[in-house]
Nanobody
Framework: QVQLAESGGGLVQAGDSLRLSCRFS????????LAWFRQAPENEREFVAS??????DYGDSVKGRFTISKDNAEKTVYLQMNSLKVEDTALYYC???????????????????WGRGTQVTVVS
């Protein structure tokens, strides 16, 4: 099946940049929808970004600051995070599911495979 492994989290200052990586282990990487979600203590799981047949999509709170991309040869999906804010502090999860629709998928319930998460902490 599919396994995902995130990396790149850490402790940074507000205004800094950070790039998260998610390595995909499995077959037919190009046939999967890919996404990033995050969850902070006492908060609900939040959609961050996704790549599907509909292209890239972003949560309102990160538009203009975060960029999702992928490298098919390396089977890796990235999340470039710029102008980080304290409120971006959360555990960030990579998710994937086999592509079966052209619709954008921003609901975590649509994704079958998940990584264990990487912590991003932003301080003032």
């Amino acid at each position: 099946q599919v396994q995902l492994a995130e990396s790149g989290g850490g402790l940074v200052q507000a205004g800094d940049s950070l790039r998260l990586s998610c390595r995909f282990s499995g077959r037919t990487f190009s046939n999967y929808a890919l996404a990033w979600f995050r969850q902070a203590p006492e908060n609900e799981r939040e959609f961050v970004a996704s790549l599907t047949w509909s292209g890239a999509d972003y949560g309102d709170s990160v538009k203009g600051r975060f960029t999702i991309s992928k490298d098919n040869a390396e089977k890796t999906v990235y999340l470039q995070m710029n102008s980080l804010k304290v409120e971006d502090t959360a555990l960030y999860y990579c998710a994937a599911t086999y592509l079966r629709t052209i619709a954008k998928m921003t609901n975590g319930d649509d994704y079958e495979y998940w990584g264990r998460g990487t912590q991003v902490t932003v301080v003032s």
